[in-house]
């Protein structure tokens, strides 16, 4: 299903967490820090297979490289590992300052095998919980293939940008919303909500040409 839809960009803001969308892990799985040595286990986490995660080895290298390694301490102290009984990471989610200025959610994801039992939500209240309500707006940076995390983005209090180009990226709001409507359950859809961008958040993301998040 995912295969047919575009690798479009979409960018979401939460002026203030919706409290009632909050969830605790199920029985059996917790959250911890990812360890220097599993870094690779991080790397390959966004992607569905081995296959896909090896064609995009080199560009998660350089992605940490670009974002990340000169705070490298940060990062480590920052990334999360969601883990089963025997402390296998099968999630990751993290807050972090891109830009040195703004708050933005970091590559939120479950392993195939795991969605649906509710460690998504569990994880990223996890997430949101740590954010001082001073460091709000939150930030992040979707695709419309990612409908049912923009479904729970939506629970959380985001909304969706309208402006149509965020740093140096397009944003395809427009061409992404009768994306959503086709795969998103007709309730949820109607339920999303759209913001304009702070004049803050858009200078920072035009402050460098490395997409921060």
């Not at 967490?17 to 991080?42: F, K, M, Q, S």
């Not at 089963?84 to 200025?101: E, H, L, Q, S, V």
């Not at 707006?137 to 629970?155: C, E, G, M, N, W």
Request: charge should be neutral; include cysteine.
């Amino acid at each position: 299903m995912k295969k047919e839809i575009p690798d479009k960009n979409l960018f979401m803001m939460c002026k203030k967490l919706n409290t009632c969308a909050l969830a605790e892990l199920p029985n059996g799985y917790h959250v911890r820090t990812c360890r220097r040595n599993e870094l690779d286990i991080w790397k390959k986490m966004p992607f569905d297979d081995e296959k896909t995660a090896e064609q995009y080895s080199d560009y998660m290298t350089k992605y940490f490289n670009d974002v990340y390694a000169s705070k490298e301490d940060l990062f480590f102290n920052k990334c999360l590992f969601v883990c089963d009984k025997n402390d296998t990471p099968i999630g990751t989610c993290f807050a972090w300052k891109a830009y040195d200025r703004i708050t933005t959610i970091h590559w939120f994801k479950v392993v195939k095998e795991y969605e649906g039992l509710g460690i998504g939500r569990a994880l990223l209240s996890v997430v949101m919980k740590s954010i001082p309500k001073d460091e709000y707006p939150v930030f992040l940076h979707t695709q419309p293939s990612s409908f049912r995390a923009i479904k729970l983005y939506s629970d959380f209090g985001f909304a969706l940008l309208t402006d149509p180009v965020i740093g140096y990226r397009q944003n395809d709001l427009e061409e992404c919303l009768p994306i959503l409507k086709t795969y998103m359950f007709k309730e949820d859809f109607e339920k999303l909500q759209f913001a304009q961008a702070p004049e803050n958040f858009l200078k920072a993301v035009k402050s460098t040409c490395i997409n921060e998040f």
